[in-house]
C-alpha cells in the first residue's frame, strides 16, 4: 500500500551532506556492524532443506504464498522455528493487530536468545519512535530507520526542505529466519495485506525461498543494514529507554492484543506448521532462483533506472510469445507504453491486471495510468481492472463488503520463468525506490503463477476493458451471471472521477 505522501530517496547521504540533513538526530549514537548467520546448516531450518539442497545443486527451492492468511502465519512460524536470527527489511509496518501480533512474535524469538535486526523505512513511522526504542532495549533486538526524517515532529516541514534526500524511500519486502527460509514479494506488514481488515483487504502474492538464493538474499540485507542510510532507532529520541521502557511496551502490547483478538486462532496454525514444516517442503519447487535489487547508491549516479528496471527491461528484449502481468500500480509513462507495443505489434500476447479506479487507494496513480489506456487497448493489449467489490479477490476472513484491492507485483515471462516481488510498474519504483524481488526459471511454477493470475481475470473478479467502434472506453464484467458493461470508470464515484481528471492534467508522472 501507498501514503497519500508516497516519497523516496535521492541519497545524498554521504558523508557530510548525511550528517548535515540529520542535524538533529544524534551523530554519536552508537552502531556496530553485523552480518548475517553464517552456519545456517547448523538449523532446523537449514537442516530442514539442506538434503533437497544438495540434491538440486545450483538451485534453490521456491513456492508462491498466495493467501493472506497463509502469508501470516508463515511469518508467525518463522519467528518460532528461527533458533539463531531473524532479519526483516520492511516499507510500512502498520500499527494495528496484525503488526502488534508479529512484533509480540518477534519479543518472544528475542526472549529464547534469537538475534533479530529489524529495518523500516522511515515514511511511515512518524510517532512511533518511543516504542520502537522501547522495543530496541532489549538485548538481542536491533531496529533501524532507512533514511530518516531529521525533525522528527515537523516531518512536513523538513519534507519540503530536504526533499531531494526524502524522496527516496526503501521499498523492500523481506523476511529472513536463520538464514535457510526466506519471504519475498508485495506484502508489507499489516492487516490490509493479511485478509484480516473490516475496510479494505488486498490480493498480494509472496514468495517462500530456500537453498543458496536465501543467502544472496541475506547480503542483500546486510548490504542495506550497514550503510550510513540506515540510522539506529535510538538516535532518533533523546533519553536512553531501558528494560522498564522494554516491559512498560510489552505489557502495553499484551493488552492491546488480548482486548482486539483476531479472527482465526493464530498460534492453532503455526502448530499446525511446526508439526507438519517437513512434509510442506514437498511444495518447493527447485530452479535457478536469483535475487533482482536496486541499490540505493544507483539512483545518485544514474538517471536510468534501478537494477531491477534494467533486469526488466532486457527480459522484454528477449520475449518471444507471452507477458503475463499483474501490478498494483501501473503508469507505464510514454516509453514505457511504447515498449508494451512493440511487444504486441512482434507478436507476443501482452495481458495485464492492475487496479480499477474503484478500487486503487492513489488516485494520483490511477490519473497516470488511465491516460495511457486508449492507445494501450488500440495496440491489441489486454487490459484489466480489479473490482472492489470482489470478495474472491481478497479472500477476507472478515467481511465481505470490505473494498478489495490489487497489491500484487509479478509477472510470467514466455510461461517458462516469472518474477514476484515488491517492484510496480511505475516511474518512483523505477528511478526512486529502492525494491527487491526473485526471478524464478521455472515452468512449474510459471504455469502456477499464470493460473494465480486468471483467477484475477475472471469476469466475477475484474474488468476487461475494450474499445468501442466510437474508441470509447468500456468496462466488461459479470454480476449475478450477466454480463454488464459500463462506459465511465464502474464503481467509482463523481469525486473520484474529478479528482483523477484534474490530477492527470498535472506534470507529476515522474513522481508517481
Known sequence: MRRSVHVHICLVLFPVLFLAACASLNPDYPRSRTVSFSSYENSYLGRLYLRDEINHPGRSGVSLVRTGRNAFAIRIAMTELAEHSLDLQYYIWDADQSGRILARALLRSADRG???RLLIDDLNVGGRDKILASLDAHPNIEIRLFNPFARRKARVFNLIGDFDRLNHRMHNKLMVADNALALLGGRNIGDHYFDVSEDSNYRDLDIAAAGPVVRDASRVFDYFWNKEWSVPVGATVTKTFDDNNLQFARDRLEQTINAEGYPYPVNRKVAEIRRTMSSLKNDFTWAPTHVVWDDPADFISSESGGRILSALSGKLDRLESE??????????????ADRLKELSERGVDVRILTNSLASNDVVAVHAGYSRYRKELLEAGIGLYEVRADSAKVQQTFISTESKAGLHTKAAVFDGNSLFVGSFNLDPRSANLNTEIGLYVESRVLARQLKAFMDEGVLPGNSYRLELDETGRLLWTTEEDGQVVTYTSDPGSSLGQRISSGLI?????????
Open 114 to 116: 534469537v538475534r533479530v
Open 323 to 336: 507477458l503475463v502481468m499483474e501490478n498494483a500500480y501501473f503508469v507505464p509513462t510514454q516509453a514505457g
Open 504 to 512: 492527470g492534467s498535472l506534470p507529476i508522472e515522474g513522481q508517481l
